[in-house]
């Protein structure tokens, strides 16, 4: 199994703050994923990174991969309330199941 | 209708029961896979399937049991249910390597 470790593993802001969430393993992986969940529904994704040191926006949440492919990073610049949800990372070795991070969940205060 | 369902949705069984799991879906995809998630650890992988005749223990396999009835049909048993079995259970698909994986909407099961 390859351990994907996240942190914080809880985070409680207040609107318009930024935040960083972690993600890091001894492994290295062929790519990443940032997935959401909110309560009663299945993790949906948000983001694939592949390259290392790639850098990927969607609005206002930057991915980052790093260099060495065994890590990455989830900002969220000017947090609001709909951001509020578990974040996940997820990872696959090649010939390997895709393993999640025991997540960090967000919540946003307006 | 769901690309990735399960049935039930919700379930409350007695300790030593046997009880089933079932999740189909219509992707198309080979792999699927089944999870486990308990506040606080994140989704735990219990079996994964690479495709028909392919069958994979995960991490926490221990009390569990599936079976891949065709490439849209993956089902989850656990033989005697006992309380610490009581999770949120979780279907997924993919089509490979590192692409996108599709969760079903979750099975809470409760043993008492």
């Known amino acids: 199994t390859q351990l994907l470790e996240q942190s914080p593993q809880f985070l409680s802001i207040q609107e318009g703050e930024n935040l960083t969430v972690y993600c890091n393993s001894s492994?290295?992986?062929?790519?990443l994923q940032w997935y959401r969940q909110e309560p009663g529904e299945g993790p949906v994704l948000l983001v694939t990174?592949?390259?290392?040191?790639e850098v990927k926006k969607l609005k206002r949440l930057t991915f980052q991969f790093g260099d060495a492919r065994k890590d990455s990073s989830l900002h969220i610049t000017a947090a609001q309330p709909g951001d509020t949800g578990l974040y996940l990372c997820?990872?696959?070795?090649?010939?390997?199941?895709?393993?999640f991070g025991k997540g960090t969940s967000l919540l946003v205060t307006p | 209708d769901a690309d990735v369902t399960q049935t039930p949705r919700n379930r409350i069984t007695k300790t030593g029961k046997r009880i089933m799991l079932e999740c189909s879906q219509t992707k198309g995809h080979d792999r699927m896979y089944w999870y486990r998630q308990d506040p606080g650890l994140g989704l735990q992988l219990i079996y994964y399937?690479?495709?028909?005749?392919?069958?994979n223990k995960g991490e926490i396999s221990d009390g569990y049991s599936v079976s891949r009835q065709a490439q849209a049909k993956f089902s989850l048993s656990l033989e005697s249910a006992i309380p610490n079995q009581t999770a949120l259970y979780f279907c997924?698909?993919?089509?490979?390597?590192?692409?996108?994986?599709?969760f079903g909407q979750g099975t809470r099961l409760t043993v008492v």
């Open positions: 990174v592949v390259t290392g040191g």
């Open positions: 399937s690479f495709d028909v005749k392919d069958i």
């Open positions: 492994s290295v992986f062929s790519s």
């Open positions: 997820a990872g696959a070795g090649t010939g390997y199941a895709l393993n």
């Open positions: 997924a698909t993919s089509e490979g390597q590192g692409t996108e994986a599709f």
